[in-house]
């Protein structure tokens, strides 16, 4: 079945009625999101992206279906990365966890509009140079293997050190008091910046960089942009909560950066591949079947060895 406008207006209208209901009706004051909540939050989206892929199966087809399955599982697995950039971001600001969620509802809203952005950016990019496809697969595989080696020291964490923030606090004064939980605040008829902002830009220049890694990574599943778009997004309304769940044990998974460094470089090889073998017709082509295989068993191994060490320390 062809995917009409309507099918976009309905998902976009979707979206912005969970996000209106999630913001000013669940979650409307400024409260501790506690683990059971989180975890329940994250299979009702969980759900919500698997009810999707349902009807992607039956009134779409059963291959865009496999598609937008592994798309998801690959920028979920992708995005888990952001929530360690998140906890360090948080703690910088001395942010209470009370008004974390609200920050985090405004820098996802941010980071779907830019999602959408690069995402049709880059299939334009792909349907007018082919050879791009090499460039994106060289990126993520260089990606993976800097991942693999990189060491990442929370004591040398300074968003103050950024450039966008340099340039922001060029741009407007920010105070430091934070006695009032607003993004922005009036003193003596000028009005100011403080840390919750300074957070939430941080959180938007964070999605910003990972974009550059999962997006590439998801067109190498699929060069639909619905398929591409609403997987990125139904991962993306899924990460608040996810955030909140594994907040408080995310440093037990110490070998889950090797699955995700594995997986950027397997991702990058499936797209040199693939696309070498559509210039010279070659019979080899990775499927999204193996995509999808190999993506699911090294998150699960990683797990499973960072519980086991971890219990053994």
Not at 29 to 43: G, P, R, Y
Not at 211 to 224: E, T
Request: overall charge neutral.
């Amino acid at each position: 079945m062809e995917i009409t406008p309507g099918f976009w207006f309905l998902f976009i209208v979707f979206v912005f009625i969970m996000l209106f209901l999630d913001l000013f009706v669940f979650h409307k004051k400024d409260t501790v999101v506690k683990v059971k909540e989180a975890l329940i939050w994250s299979a009702f989206w969980i759900a919500l992206a698997l009810v999707f892929n349902i009807g992607v199966y039956y009134f779409i087809d059963h291959t865009k279906a496999i598609e937008f399955f592994t798309a998801y599982i690959l920028e979920k697995s992708l995005s888990v990365d952001n929530l360690f950039v998140f906890i360090m971001i948080f703690g910088f600001f001395k942010i209470k966890p009370k008004f974390q969620h609200k920050i985090l509802f405004w820098g996802i809203f941010g980071a779907l509009i830019m999602r959408a952005i690069f995402i049709f950016a880059g299939i334009a990019l792909i349907q007018q140079f082919a050879w791009i496809m090499y460039v994106f697969g060289a990126f993520l595989i260089y990606t993976g293997i800097h991942m693999l080696f990189e060491k990442e020291d929370e004591a040398e964490f300074d968003p103050n050190k950024n450039v966008v923030i340099k340039l922001f606090k060029k741009i407007m004064p920010v105070t430091n008091d934070m006695s009032v939980p607003h993004f922005f605040v009036k003193k003596n008829k000028i009005i100011y910046a403080t840390p919750f902002f300074i957070a939430l830009l941080m959180i938007e220049v964070s999605d910003v960089i990972f974009a550059v890694d999962s997006i590439p990574a998801v067109l190498s599943v699929s060069d639909d942009v619905f398929i591409v778009f609403t997987s990125n997004i139904f991962a993306i309304l899924g990460l608040r909560s996810l955030y909140f769940a594994l907040s408080g044990v995310i440093e037990f998974f110490q070998y889950l950066k090797y699955a995700l460094a594995g997986i950027l470089s397997f991702i990058g090889i499936k797209m040199c591949v693939n696309e070498l073998a559509k210039d010279f017709n070659y019979d080899f082509h990775i499927s999204n079947y193996v995509s999808l295989s190999i993506i699911v068993l090294s998150l699960t191994l990683s797990i499973v060895l960072s519980i086991l060490f971890k219990k053994k320390e």
